[in-house]
C-alpha cells in the first residue's frame, strides 16, 4: 500500500505539466493561423489607410503645395493655428453638423418604420427590400444627375408638379433653404436603403415566439411594434445612429456635384473646403492640417460613443448579476 501511495504522487506533476504545454501552444497556433487568414487585409489596410494617415499628418507641418514636388518648408504647428483660426474652416464644419441634424433623424426613423412594414407584409417582402435597397448601390454622379434633371426650373419634374397644382416652386439650386431641401431629399432617396438592410437584419434576428406569446396575450400589431420590436432593436438602433452620424459628417458628392458649394459656399461641408484648399488653391499642408482637425473630431465623436456604449453595457451586466429582491414575509 505504501508503494503505491507513494508512486501516484509522482506521476500527477508530469501529467499536469503536459496539459499545461499543450494548452499554451494551442492559442499560439491560433493566433498564427489568425494572423496569416488577415495578413491580406492588413497590408492593404496599412497601404491605404495607414500609410496615408502617416504621410497626412507630416505634411501637416509643412507648407507642401499641390504644383510642385517635395515637402517644401517646415512650419510646425503655424498649420493648425491657422486652421483654427480660419472662420471659413468652421463656416464649412457648421454645414456638415447642419447636414448632419438635417439627415439624421430622417434616416433612421424612415428605415426603422419602413423595415418593420416591409417585415409584416406577407407577399412581395423580396421585392419590397430589393426596391428599397437598390437606390443606394446607385453611383452618386448618376442620382445627381437625375435629380439636378427634376430640380431644374420650369422644365424639371418637380417645377412641373408645383405649377399643375397653382404653386410656385422653391429655388432648389439657386437658394440656401432650396438647396439644403434638394440635397436632403436626394440623401434620403439615395442612402436610404442602407440602414433599411441593418434595420431588417435586426427584425430577422426576433424570435418568432416573442409575437406568438404576445399575440396570444392579447396584444395588437401596435402595441407589439411598440413595447416588443422597437425595445429589441435598441442595439441596431445605436449602431445605425452612430454610423449615420458618421457617415453624415463625411458628406461631399451629392453637394459638391449639385450644388458646388453654393450659392455663394452656403451650403459648402468641409470635406469639400479641404478638398477647394488642397487641390484648387494648392495648399497642400494647410489641407493636410485641416484634415487632421476634422481627423481628431471625428474620433473623439466615435470615442464618445464608444465609451458611452460600453458604460451602459457594464450598467446592465451588473444589474443583471444583482440578486432578486426577496418578497417579505408578512407578519400578522
Same mark, same amino acid.
Given at each position: ?98 447636414? *448632419? ?8 426613423? !424612415?428605415? &426603422?418604420?419602413?423595415? $418593420? +412594414? %416591409? /417585415? ?108 416588443? *420590436? ?8 445605436? !449602431?445605425? &445612429?452612430?454610423?449615420? $452620424? +458618421? %457617415? /453624415? ?84
Amino acid at each position: 500500500m505504501t508503494t503505491i501511495a507513494s508512486e501516484r504522487p509522482a506521476e500527477r506533476p508530469a501529467r499536469r505539466v503536459t496539459l499545461r504545454t499543450d494548452r499554451e501552444r494551442a492559442p499560439r497556433s491560433e493566433r498564427r493561423a489568425g494572423l496569416l487568414l488577415s495578413s491580406p487585409f492588413l497590408i492593404v489596410y496599412l497601404l491605404f489607410m495607414i500609410g496615408p494617415l502617416a504621410v497626412g499628418i507630416v505634411v501637416s507641418f509643412f507648407n507642401t503645395t499641390t504644383v510642385k514636388s517635395g515637402l517644401g518648408g517646415w512650419v510646425g504647428l503655424a498649420n493648425y493655428r491657422t486652421v483654427l483660426q480660419d472662420s471659413l474652416f468652421w463656416s464649412a464644419m457648421w454645414h456638415s453638423v447642419l447636414f *448632419t441634424l438635417l439627415t439624421t433623424p430622417l434616416l433612421v426613423v !424612415l428605415a &426603422l418604420v419602413f423595415a $418593420i +412594414l %416591409a /417585415s409584416r407584409v406577407r407577399r412581395g417582402t423580396v421585392f419590397y427590400r430589393l426596391a428599397f435597397f437598390a437606390p443606394y448601390v446607385v453611383p452618386s454622379s448618376v442620382v445627381v444627375l437625375v435629380f439636378l434633371w427634376m430640380y431644374t426650373p420650369q422644365v424639371g419634374l418637380i417645377p412641373k408638379l408645383f405649377s399643375a397644382v397653382g404653386l410656385t416652386s422653391p429655388d432648389f439650386i439657386g437658394s440656401t433653404s432650396g438647396g439644403w431641401t434638394a440635397v436632403v431629399l436626394m440623401t434620403l432617396w439615395w442612402t436610404f436603403g442602407f440602414n433599411f438592410v441593418l434595420y431588417t437584419a435586426g427584425i430577422q434576428d426576433v424570435p418568432t415566439e416573442v409575437y406568438e406569446a404576445a399575440a396570444i396575450d392579447g396584444a395588437s400589431p401596435w402595441q407589439q411594434i411598440r413595447y416588443l *420590436t422597437v425595445p429589441l432593436l435598441s442595439r441596431t438602433t445605436s !449602431l445605425v &445612429l452612430i454610423l449615420q $452620424i +458618421l %457617415a /453624415s459628417l463625411k458628406v461631399f458628392d451629392q453637394i459638391y456635384l449639385l450644388l458646388g458649394g453654393g450659392p455663394n459656399q452656403s451650403t459648402r461641408p468641409v470635406i469639400e473646403y479641404i478638398y477647394d484648399t488642397g487641390f484648387t488653391s494648392y495648399r497642400g499642408g494647410y489641407g493636410a492640417a485641416a484634415t487632421m482637425v476634422y481627423f481628431v473630431i471625428i474620433v473623439a465623436i466615435s470615442a464618445a460613443w464608444y465609451a458611452l456604449r460600453h458604460y451602459r453595457t457594464a450598467a446592465a451586466e451588473r444589474a443583471a448579476e444583482q440578486p432578486a429582491p426577496r418578497a417579505e414575509r408578512r407578519t400578522s
